[in-house]
C-alpha cells in the first residue's frame, strides 16, 4: 500500500522526498500521547516530507512531529490556535486539549485559505477530517488508517 499510495499522490503533482533508510525521528512523547498512530509513525518512516504541488497540503512526517520539518506550521498548530481563541477559559482550554490528547493530526491543509485537517482518532483508529473555525468539530473520513489511504489511492479523497 505504501508505493501505491505514494505513486498515487506523485501522479497527482506531490513532491515526495524519502530518506535512503528508515529515519525513526518521532519524539517518544508523541509515540506515548498517540499510541493507536504507530502505524501512522512506522508508516511515514521513510519519508522526509510529502507536499501538494501547490504547497497547500502536506503529510505529517517524522521530522514535522520533531520540530524540524521546516514548515511554517507545527505539526500541532490548529490545536495551538484554538488554545489561543479559548484563552482565559480553562474549561475551553481543557476540552480542546482533551480532543487533541485523542486525535492526532496526519495531514494539514492551508487549501484555498482554509485550514482543515485529517487525524487519527485514539479512540478506534478512524481518520477523521476537520476545519475551521472550529478544529474540534470533526466527522469521520473512514473507518482506519487502511482504509483512508485506499480512498485516496482509489481517489476517492482528493488531496
Avoid at 46 to 60: F, R
Avoid at 105 to 126: F, K, L
Amino acid at each position: 500500500m505504501n508505493e501505491r499510495f505514494f505513486d498515487c499522490l506523485q501522479s497527482r503533482g506531490w513532491k515526495i522526498e524519502r530518506y535512503g533508510g528508515p529515519a525513526s525521528g518521532v519524539p517518544g512523547t508523541l509515540r506515548k500521547r498517540y499510541p493507536a498512530a504507530e502505524q501512522w509513525f512506522a508508516w511515514i518512516d521513510g519519508v522526509k516530507s510529502a507536499v501538494s504541488g501547490d504547497e497547500t497540503t502536506w503529510l505529517l512526517c517524522a521530522e514535522d512531529y520533531a520540530g524540524q520539518g521546516g514548515t511554517a506550521f507545527r505539526w500541532n498548530e490548529w490545536e495551538l490556535l484554538s488554545l489561543e481563541s479559548a484563552a482565559g477559559d480553562p474549561a475551553w482550554e481543557a476540552e480542546i486539549r482533551c480532543f487533541w490528547d485523542a486525535h492526532l493530526p496526519i495531514i494539514m491543509s492551508v487549501a484555498e485559505g482554509h485550514y482543515s485537517y485529517y487525524a487519527i482518532s485514539a479512540a478506534d483508529g478512524a481518520v477523521v477530517s476537520g476545519s475551521e473555525p472550529e478544529f474540534e468539530s470533526c466527522e469521520a473520513a473512514a473507518a482506519s488508517l487502511e482504509a483512508f489511504l485506499e480512498k485516496i489511492s482509489g481517489g476517492g479523497v482528493l488531496l
